[in-house]
């Protein structure tokens, strides 16, 4: 089993930065492949990045692509998520996620750990 913590969150203006991070608890991140989505209220929880065990392949949500950057650091068990370029409709509460598997990552359902979130909103 594999506790999750998101940090990073709060308020930015549009065109601003943030960084979140996911630390996890235990020995064994780097079996993990791992996860970020996102739900703004009243809104379905969306995918936004994913990323491999190894770290060799990462996937983006259209929406994001070339404004976000998924990374890890196995040797700190941290998985992070760069958002630049930040526009009014990033806002959300942002969760990581870690899954054994890495055969479907887009779906919720594809990962069995959450973290508790962390909040992102962005003033235009």
């Known amino acids: 089993q594999v506790q999750l913590v998101e940090s990073g969150g709060g308020l930015v203006q549009a065109g601003g930065s943030l960084r979140l991070s996911c630390v996890a608890s235990g020995r064994t991140f780097s079996m993990y492949a791992m996860g970020w989505f996102r739900q703004a209220p009243g809104k379905e929880r969306e995918f936004v990045s994913a990323i491999s065990r190894s770290g060799g392949r990462t996937y983006y949500a259209d929406s994001v692509k070339g404004r976000f950057t998924i990374a890890r650091d196995n040797a700190k068990n941290t998985v992070y998520l760069q958002m630049s370029s930040l526009k009014p409709e990033d806002t959300a509460v942002y969760y990581c996620?870690?899954?054994?598997?890495?055969?479907?990552?887009?779906?919720?359902?594809?990962?069995?750990?959450w973290g508790q979130g962390t909040q992102v909103t962005v003033s235009s």
């Open positions: 996620a870690a899954d054994r598997t890495f055969i479907g990552f887009i779906k919720p359902a594809d990962y069995r750990y």
